[in-house]
């Protein structure tokens, strides 16, 4: 069996974006709040009954997300056009780096318009 474990944490980013659709206000700097989730996935330890300490999670998301939240996007290493796409593949090689394959999805969601993708294997 596995389980699948998760967290959620919210970033403030502002970003342009070249589009055809609204293409001029979407051009301007503006700003969302996004929701990301992290999701591992794996057979919890027998002796520690856990998937990854939530713990551990908690401080790994925090070192990433603060090189998102108050971060003006387009300028962000590694992330190219900051789309929700381009942000889900963003998170998902910085988690895979420390927790490989147990990495199972990336979630990222703009509450305020209902987007959201999601990455998985
Ligand atoms: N496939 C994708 N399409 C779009 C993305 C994306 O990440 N992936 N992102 C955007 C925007 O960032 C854009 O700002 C959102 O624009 P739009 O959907 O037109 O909605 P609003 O401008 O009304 O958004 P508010 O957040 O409500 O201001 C567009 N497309
Ligand atoms: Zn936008």
Redesign the pocket.
């Known amino acids: 069996m596995k389980y699948a474990l998760s967290q959620r944490f919210f970033f403030e980013a502002a ?1 342009t ?1 070249r ?1 055809q ?2 293409a001029e ?2 051009r301007r700097i ?1 700003g ?1 709040t996004y929701l990301a989730e992290v999701t591992l996935s794996a057979t919890p330890d027998p002796e520690s009954g856990m998937v990854v300490d939530l713990g551990h999670l908690r401080r790994e998301i925090e070192t990433v997300r603060e090189r998102l939240d108050h971060r003006f996007l387009d300028e962000v290493d590694g992330i190219g056009p ?6 889900c593949t963003y998170l998902w090689r910085a988690f895979e780096a420390i927790y490989g394959t147990t990495l199972a999805a990336i979630e990222v969601r ?1 509450e ?2 209902g ?1 959201a ?1 999601r990455l998985t294997r």
């Open positions: 970003h974006l589009r659709v609204d206000p979407s503006h969302h900051a789309t929700l796409e381009n942000l703009r305020a318009s987007d993708c």
